[in-house]
């Protein structure tokens, strides 16, 4: 772990492979890692399992696991078991698409940064190789931190968190390439929208597809376990 200097940041840590890049990043700028992972609804819990494995293992400061219903809107076929989770990928906005998800994600990072003086807020977000999310957009992102600069009384006395969003502009391929360079080891982490109990992934979903397309052009073996 690279020694803390530069102090402490929120790291939003779902258990896939963009959150545990970006929280080998943020070790390696630095700083003290709280990890913030989510119970929301989704339809398994092996990513939070993953999570709970991948912030033990990089010695974060602290990890909280916040329970929060967005299941009882349902709306996504990440939510709703009743919508079926695509296997190709299409055009426009995806039924994946989980309503307000990360603006709730990044309010509650948001809070606990307040609490323990945080300097960043590390998210995942990715808007190049992706589903075409509206909440991975650089707009929504910039709008945030206008938002966050307004709405804390750290952000009014001029010290409230930055969002970081290292991934933002990279393909999946250079996120993956990047992550191994910080020695992320991808076989933990959980990608797909429907993985079994013991995180083993379909292979079927666009998730899945994304994935399996990123470590090919990569040029790197893909560690994921299959079903």
Not at 214 to 221: H, P, Q
Request: charged share 20%; with cysteine.
């Amino acid at each position: 772990m690279t020694q803390n200097n530069r102090g402490s940041a929120i790291v939003l840590l779902s258990g896939g492979l963009d959150s545990s890049t970006c929280l080998a990043l943020a070790q390696q700028q630095g700083y003290e890692i709280y990890a913030l992972s989510f119970s929301y609804g989704q339809r398994h819990s092996a990513e939070l399992e993953a999570a709970k494995v991948i912030a033990q293992e990089a010695g974060v400061a602290a990890h909280r696991i916040i329970p929060i219903d967005l299941g009882g809107f349902g709306g996504s076929a990440l939510t709703d078991a009743t919508i079926e989770v695509p296997t190709e990928e299409g055009d426009g906005i995806p039924v994946t698409y989980v309503p307000a998800r990360n603006t709730v994600f990044l309010s509650i990072a948001l809070a606990w940064a307040e609490v323990i003086d945080a300097r960043a807020i590390y998210a995942g977000v990715n808007a190049v190789d992706y589903s075409g999310y509206p909440d991975c957009r650089p707009e929504y992102i910039k709008a945030f931190q206008a938002m966050a600069d307004l709405a804390t009384k750290a952000g009014v006395e001029g010290h409230g968190p930055m969002i970081e969003t290292p991934l933002l502009h990279l393909t999946k391929a250079d996120i993956i390439r990047q992550g191994q360079a910080l020695g992320v080891d991808y076989g933990k982490t959980v990608s797909c929208y429907q993985a079994d109990a013991q995180g083993a992934a379909c292979g079927e979903c666009d998730s899945c597809k994304i994935r399996q397309r990123a470590f090919s052009e990569a040029g790197v073996e893909d560690p994921t376990r299959y079903r």
